[in-house]
């Protein structure tokens, strides 16, 4: 017949377990004082590129990418505050909050022109001719900036519509039928409701229910000047020639 184990076999297992969680939580301890003494050394040594490097990282968009990069891999947001460390030595909080504030004022001049949806690469463009140095904008720095405008609540946010990404600077809610308009439109910048149906397999209705919420959003223009007499929906935010030209 098997024994059980007495009063004396349970201590001991119970205080083998005490041992082996003590252990445990040592080891873990262990591991995360040393993982921090690691960040704590990689934020010294990321200073320590930073000062040397500051002159790059405020002029050049492509090594300021990569700044952002090494920063985010240990934990460390430049544009966190425009007060302290970051701020002093580099402004690029500063850089950021002047370009938030002039990517507001293009969102807000195009408006009327796009229904505020604007490419985010336009935008980059009509940035880069505000500056004496052309190169001094990139999409990523567009992008950080955007980001910090979100606490305005506002609206501005990067949306993506196929292979383009645009700014919103309205709190317009597009839903799926509106995206796929929108990328079928990137082609040649227009659709027609006949397209619509066809492209996407849609009925009438659908299509131009969508498209006339496209229209009413300010997001579209027509052009009836063709002699298909087709209604064309031009799309000013996906189109590289955005205006209308009527068949003679």
């Not at 490097?53 to 460390?76: L, T």
Request: net charge positive.
């Amino acid at each position: 017949m098997r024994r059980r184990p007495g009063i004396g076999g349970l201590q001991t297992a119970a205080a083998a377990r005490d041992q082996y969680r003590l252990v445990g939580e040592n080891v873990a301890k262990i591991r995360t004082d040393m993982m921090k003494e690691q960040l704590a050394t990689f934020r010294t040594q990321l200073e320590e590129f930073a000062r040397k490097h500051k002159n790059d990282i405020r002029k050049n968009p492509a090594f300021r990418s990569q700044f952002h990069k090494m920063c985010a891999k240990v934990g460390v947001d430049p544009l966190a505050s425009n007060k302290g460390f970051w701020a002093e030595l580099l402004g690029i909080g500063d850089f950021y909050y002047e370009l938030g504030v002039q990517i507001v004022e293009i969102c807000l001049a195009t408006r009327p022109h796009n229904g505020g949806l604007i490419n985010l690469q336009e935008l980059c463009i009509l940035l880069r001719q505000r500056k004496s140095d052309r190169e001094a904008v990139s999409e990523d720095d567009c992008l950080r900036a955007i980001s910090k405008l979100k606490v305005l609540g506002s609206g501005f946010e990067v949306i993506s519509v196929g292979k383009k990404k645009l700014v919103r600077s309205v709190p317009t809610e597009l839903n799926k039928d509106h995206n796929e308009i929108l990328e079928l439109a990137q082609a040649q910048g227009f659709v027609t409701v006949e397209e619509v149906e066809r492209r996407l397999s849609w009925t009438s209705g659908r299509a131009i229910d969508a498209l006339d919420t496209l229209l009413d959003e300010g997001l579209a223009m027509i052009d009836d000047g063709h002699r298909d007499r087709k209604r064309r929906y031009w799309f000013p935010c996906v189109s590289s020639n955005s205006t209308p030209v009527a068949d003679t």
